[in-house]
């Protein structure tokens, strides 16, 4: 019987995302997978600037900008763009780019950091006591095998072994069937944005990957397919065309696909010593391209709490995972179901109002803004509370500080006419009269206020470390 610190189930991007941010942390991680390879498949294409920055503070991000489109903006109905330029991050754009090259970067980011991935296995039961987690499961081989872990991570996507396992219920509803999706070349292309539009009984968008190639997505109210029947590629064409007025000169087609859309998001993305992350979690419609980006940050926040409660942290910092990604979710399917609903409207009347009315709130720049950071995730924030305002909030973006969180730690930020303090891990010096600031390993801040001896507060930081688990060593053990 093999053991880890933490088995994860399903080697996507949110479960490698995990495991990177475990073994980077010095924890003994195993990864189970079904596929007997990384999938070719590309279903997701969107990375958000939320998730650049995520990436970028582990130093992946530059790597993963040279493979698709920088795009600056979503072209809506009625010739309505919401402008992603305005966004305050040093990503203010959508990159397009296919999900492989998502899931290469983080499964290279998981095995360099010492996790073991093992494909083939079919994972067939959990359980769990006080004392640590079994997975039972099949090999490639057909053996039937059982690992322990202290803890167990599901990131098994929408039919969830682990989920049922621990007796979740995925509440919602299914929305939409037979979407149709294709990757193709396109002799006249719209230009610098994802354009996106709808008929009276169909939608379709189009984005750039970069390399000459084009993601279509369309869906006919017609259409009652089966996810499994053959996609006619003239039918794609008309839907595109009904849409947005044209087919942009469909050319190629290299791949096509179709897929179902729900609503659904557990209660509780922890029981015990399971916990749920990604499509595992929750699922929704395709709508602002934001379920792989939600999983990854998923992943992110829950890698340091995890890594520090194996490290004798109080286990309480782990409902803190449930307190702040959970309405997170709830949000992503509540806008993103929104979106989907203009797409759909039939009546004449709702069209307008959605092409005009709504239309004019879209150009109007702090609204656009508003909207611009809650679809890419640099609005997100989890609000503690607090002596200070800033604490729960993402921590402003320097490009010392997404250096400086890369050991995955803790990070201090003091102006340059502060004190010195004495702290192990990374110190940021930075100009100006602000707070200093405790940022967590995920980019958040922990504590806000000042380090002067004598000031009011002045530890504070050192309770808020010791809240949060704390720094303590690196320390590996082999499986």
């Known amino acids: 019987m093999d053991h880890a610190d933490v088995i994860v189930v399903g080697a996507g991007p949110a479960g490698c995302m995990l495991a990177g941010e475990l073994a980077s942390a010095g924890r003994s991680v195993l990864v189970l997978d079904k596929h007997s390879a990384l999938s070719p498949l590309s279903r997701a294409f969107g990375v958000h600037a939320r998730t650049l920055e995520v990436l970028d503070s582990r130093g992946m991000a530059d790597e993963l900008l040279t493979t698709g489109a920088r795009v600056g903006g979503l ?181 096509t696909s179709r897929f179902r859309c729900d609503e659904r998001q557990v209660d509780q993305y922890r029981i015990g010593r399971v916990l749920l992350v990604g499509d595992a979690a929750h699922v929704h419609s395709p709508a602002g391209a934001q379920g792989m980006n939600t999983g990854i940050q998923d992943s992110f926040n829950l890698g340091w709490k995890l890594a520090a409660v194996l490290g004798g942290a109080d286990e309480s910092i782990l409902d803190t995972y449930q307190s702040e990604r959970h309405p997170v979710g709830k949000l992503v399917l509540k806008t993103s179901g929104a979106t989907i609903r203009m797409l759909l409207l039939k009546s004449r009347v709702a069209q307008w109002v959605r092409n005009h009315v709504i239309g004019k709130a879209l150009r109007t720049p702090r609204i656009a803004t508003r909207i611009a950071a809650m679809f890419s995730g640099v609005a997100i924030e989890y609000g503690h509370g607090g002596p200070h305002r800033l604490i729960g909030t993402r921590a402003p973006q320097d490009e010392g500080l997404a250096e400086a969180l890369r050991a995955g730690r803790f990070v201090l930020v003091c102006q340059t006419n502060d004190p010195d303090v004495v702290f192990e891990g990374p110190v940021l010096r930075v100009p100006g009269d602000g707070p200093a600031l405790l940022v967590r390993p995920d980019g958040y801040v922990a504590w806000a206020g000042s380090i002067a001896s004598g000031a009011a507060g002045a530890g504070g930081w050192h309770d808020a470390l010791s809240q949060w688990g704390g720094q303590r060593p690196a320390h590996s053990r082999a499986l």
């Open 75 to 255: 072209k809506l109905w009625n010739d309505t763009t919401l402008d992603l330029t305005v966004l305050p991050s040093k990503y203010p754009f959508l990159l397009s780019t296919p999900q492989t090259n998502v899931d290469s970067l983080l499964e290279r980011y998981a095995r360099g950091a010492g996790a073991q991935i093992r494909r083939g296995v079919t994972v067939t039961g959990v359980e769990q006591n006080d004392a640590g987690a079994r997975v039972h499961g099949t090999t490639a081989r057909g053996e039937a095998t059982t690992w322990s872990a202290d803890y167990v991570v599901g990131a098994d996507g929408v039919r969830s072994v682990v989920r049922e396992a621990i007796g979740q219920e995925f509440h919602g509803r299914a929305l939409l069937q037979s979407i149709m999706l294709a990757d193709v070349t396109l002799a006249n292309p719209p230009q610098g944005v994802i354009n996106i539009d709808a008929g009276r009984d169909c939608f379709a968008f189009v984005a750039p990957f970069g390399d000459g190639w084009y993601r279509v997505i369309t869906w006919d109210r017609a259409d009652t397919s089966s996810d499994e029947d053959p996609i006619d590629e003239t039918s794609m064409r008309d839907v595109l065309t009904r849409a947005l007025g044209t087919d942009f000169g469909w050319t190629d087609v290299r791949w």
